[in-house]
RNA sequence: GCGGAAAUAGCUCAUCCGGUAGAGCAUCAGUUUCCCAAACUGAAGGUGGCGGGUUCGAGUCCCGUUUUCCGCUCCA
């Protein structure tokens, strides 16, 4: 990572804060780690990137439709996922070697060697003492118990180990008013088990056929062990997901359909195709087949934006396991194979998920340039300007009258009720003109427009172009027009 | 998690050996202004991250603490 772009990435955290994007958030109580929140113009930019996808995923495809479940959910949900088992685990870390394991694979490793040295007696005994402590949640013991016996890490070779902590990756509460009776349950880790487990009610009441998908827009919560480099990583974050059902044997081919139709997406926002790659997954998880991410060039390297899995039946499986209940899909499509409907199944998914927040980073990255301007006179000035999409720029249109007084005002505000009906605008007749389009330029406005004394004579106004610093002259009744054929 | 650095006005930064806290920009009020941050007048803005110590006196020296950044580690 060059000096250059290290500090293009402060500067864009100092941007992002100065100018109402991202704040750090509970800040006047020195912050909360991991933690952001979004400001007025963020807040915008946030909202337009989530309606985009929502607008490409749903609108634009008739066999797509959406949902949004609670954040709570049954706590089973959780066992079926496999969350509860995979990501709850008491660690431990090796000081001399870094290292960090998982408790019981490290003791249960040492059992092993026990074993093989021809002392199953004290392998047995170890683990029925590993049990033991597990169940308590006693890390001291465990601590102990793996200090007496002299278990070394594989790297390092010493016996030189932190105390154990326990890692979460969920978040967990009490539901129900009253503590004692309360039972815990878990902030949702990702959005896409509410698409699960509302499968059935999704594909009846919108008489949805396979192939079919559901997507859905939200916040999850993780624990991470290191949270940094600004909303790429965080505690509370936002998902974009969708869940497409497909006939087992055809996932491959939707699988291929995804993967290249997201990137599409990406492209569409007129990011140039550089800046992003696929990163094919070589190692799967546990409930994958096939599984990339779509990486894009942030100030800190080539980062997952977004991830393409194919997660087979894995999902919709567990949950008719733990709920007892039918997951299933009847498909009264004809097989050629055999001549009869292909009957009842349990749906192969692909799954797509985007975070929103890294998205908006994204934005932020790809938008933000500091310009050196040559003016007519041969010197030189200098910008700061957020090229950021049209489609989902916070604010559309600047109206500005060039001075406050003979009637420039009133035509500005004509101009004003004509168009925020239809998309968001910005009224603005204080300080000089320049001033006022570097300020625009600044939060990524697209169109500025400038009401002058020719404007009373002709209804022209001048237009003026974010990115090129062009200025036209149009007819005041262009406008909307204009900016409405830009934006959609 | 470990190591290093930093913290002064909204922002960027000064304040020399310990002696009353300063500028530019931004903000606010007004004047001026017909197209790219740069005109004029005035105003406001600070417990120097927080807590302790040394000293007649601390933004400045020492200790602690919090936060941030950098590197390594870890994690998807």
Known sequence: MSTQ?????????????????????????????????????????????????????????????????????????????????????????????????RVDHLIEAHAAKLEEKGQPKEAEALLQEMDALLSKDDFAGLKHLIESNKIVCAVSGTCNWTDIRQFNLMFDTKLGSVTDEADTIYLRPETAQGIFVNFLNVQKTARMKIPFGIAQTGKAFRNEIVAR???????????????????????????????????????????????YRYHDHVKLAHYAKEACDIEFEFPFGFKEVEGIHSRSDFDLTRHQLYSKKKMQYFDADIDAATGKPYGNYVPYVIETSIGLDRMFLLIMAHAYEEETITKEDGSTDSRVVMHIPEKIAPIKL???????????????????????????????????????????????????????????????????????????????????????????
């Not at 807040?43 to 337009?48: F, G, H, R, V």
């Not at 055809?250 to 926002?269: C, D, F, I, M, P």
């Open 5 to 101: 772009q290290e500090n293009n990435f402060q500067a864009i955290i100092a941007h992002a804060k100065e100018y109402g994007f991202v704040f750090p958030g509970s800040e006047i109580y020195d912050g909360l780690g991991a933690v952001y929140d979004y400001g007025p113009y963020g807040s915008e930019l946030k909202k337009n990137i989530r309606d985009y996808w929502w607008k490409s995923m749903t609108q634009l495809h008739e066999n797509i439709v959406g949902i949004d479940a609670a954040i709570f959910m049954h706590p089973a949900t959780w066992k079926a996922s496999g969350h509860v088992d995979n990501f709850n685990d008491p660690m431990i870390d090796n000081k001399d070697s870094r290292k960090r394991y």
């Open 398 to 488: 600047a109206i500005l009258p060039l001075t406050k007084k003979d009637g420039l005002p009133e035509i500005a505000r004509d101009l004003m009720d004509e168009c925020k009906n239809y998309f968001r605008c910005f009224y603005e007749e204080k300080d000089a003109i320049g001033k006022r389009y570097r300020r625009q330029d600044a939060i990524g406005t697209p169109f500025c427009v400038t009401i002058d004394h020719q404007t009373k004579e002709d209804n022209t106004v001048t237009i003026r172009y974010r990115d090129s610093m062009q200025q036209e002259r149009i007819l005041l009744s262009q406008v909307k027009d204009i900016v409405i054929n830009a934006i959609v």
């Open 229 to 275: 480099q600004f909303i790429f990583r965080m505690r509370e974050f936002e998902q974009m997901e969708m869940q497409f059902f497909v006939r087992p044997g055809t996932e491959g081919e939707w699988y291929k359909y995804w993967k290249q139709a997201r990137l599409q997406w990406h492209l569409s926002l007129g990011i140039p195709a550089k800046k």
